[in-house]
C-alpha cells in the first residue's frame, strides 16, 4: 500500500530540487505521482516547486477533475494525464526548463544521438516533441506518441518532461537530460561528438537488458539500424525513408553534421 504521506514529502522534497538546481525559474515547472488507480497527485499552480509544502499539492482524477485540495493543479496537468493514459506503467511525471536541455529544444536540436553509454544503457536516447502551446490539449497531443517510446523528452522551444515508476525516478531522469545536454553542449564546443557505431551501440542495448530496473521504454537514436528496436523506434519512419532514399547512416550523420556546422556559421 503505498503511503500518502511519504509521497507528498518525497513530491517536495523533488520540488526543492528542481529549483535549487536552477531547472526552473519562478513558478515553472511541475510534478505529478499516481497514488491510486484514479487517484493523482500534483503540484498547484502559481507556486514555486522550491518552497511547497506537503499540504499543498493537489489530489485529482484521469479526467483532471479535483477530488482534494484548496488550490488548482498545474495548468500543464494535460500533458501530465496525456502520459499516465499512455504509459499505465508510469508512476510519476516530472515537467521542468533546465537551461542547457531546453537550449537544445529551443535549437530544435534532439538528444537523439548515441553517444554516451550511460545514456544508451538508461533512456536510449532523448527525442524531442513537436511544438505547441504550453497549458494546451495541443501539447498534451504532441507528446502521446514519443512517450509511449520514450521515459524522457524534449519539447521543443519549451523544455523537457521525465517519467518514471516514482518520483524520483522521473527526478533522476530529469537531472540525467540536463547532465547530457551539458556534456553534448561542451563536446560540440570541443569539435564534436563521436558517434557510438551501431554495434557499440548493441552492446550496450544487451547491458541495458542486464540492468532489469529500466522501464521497456527506447526510442532508439540516430546510430543505430533498423534492428535496434525497429518499428518501436520513434525516428523509424524517418529511417525508413532516408534508407529508402538511398542515403547510408554515415550519409546521414554528415548531412546533420553539415547542418551544425551552417548553423553555427550563422
Ligand atoms: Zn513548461
Known amino acids: ?21 536552477g531547472f526552473v525559474a519562478a513558478n515553472d515547472g511541475n510534478i505529478s505521482v499516481k497514488i491510486g488507480n484514479d487517484e493523482i497527485l500534483a503540484t498547484p499552480t502559481g507556486r514555486s516547486k522550491g518552497f511547497l509544502y506537503s499540504d499543498e499539492l493537489v489530489k485529482l ?8 485540495g484548496n488550490s488548482k493543479p498545474s495548468t500543464e496537468i494535460l500533458m501530465h494525464l496525456a502520459i499516465y493514459e499512455e504509459r499505465p506503467d508510469v508512476r510519476s511525471v516530472v ?47 504532441s507528446i502521446r506518441k514519443i ?16 517519467c518514471g515508476r516514482n518520483v524520483f525516478d522521473a527526478y533522476y531522469k530529469m537531472e540525467r ?56 523506434c520513434v525516428l523509424y519512419e524517418k529511417k525508413i525513408k532516408t534508407h529508402d532514399s538511398g542515403n547510408t547512416a554515415d550519409e546521414t550523420r554528415i548531412s546533420a553534421l553539415i547542418k551544425d556546422i551552417i548553423r553555427t556559421l550563422n
Not at 500500500?1 to 511519504?6: A, G
Not at 482524477?61 to 482534494?68: F, Q, R
Not at 558517434?195 to 521504454?217: C, M, W
Open 61 to 68: 482524477n484521469h479526467k483532471g477533475d479535483v477530488l482534494e
Open 147 to 162: 512517450i509511449r517510446h520514450a521515459d524522457a523528452c524534449l519539447l521543443a522551444n519549451h523544455g523537457a518532461v521525465t
Open 95 to 141: 515537467h521542468a526548463h533546465p537551461i542547457y536541455a531546453t537550449g537544445f529544444a529551443t535549437a530544435n536540436i534532439p538528444l537523439a544521438d548515441c553517444v554516451l553509454a550511460e545514456i544508451v544503457t538508461t533512456l536510449g536516447s532523448i527525442p524531442i516533441a513537436p511544438y505547441a502551446t504550453p497549458s494546451t490539449p495541443e501539447l498534451a497531443d
Open 177 to 232: 537530460v540536463e547532465h547530457f545536454a551539458h556534456i553534448i553542449y561542451v563536446a560540440k564546443m570541443l569539435g564534436g561528438e563521436r558517434i557510438l557505431s551501431p554495434e557499440e551501440v548493441q552492446k550496450l542495448y544487451q547491458i541495458r537488458e542486464t540492468y532489469g530496473t529500466q522501464s521497456h521504454a527506447n526510442p532508439g537514436c540516430l546510430a543505430c539500424t533498423e534492428d535496434c528496436v525497429g518499428g518501436d
Open 1 to 21: 500500500m503505498l503511503d500518502e504521506f511519504q509521497i507528498r514529502e518525497d513530491i517536495v522534497e523533488c520540488g526543492r530540487r528542481l529549483y535549487q538546481k
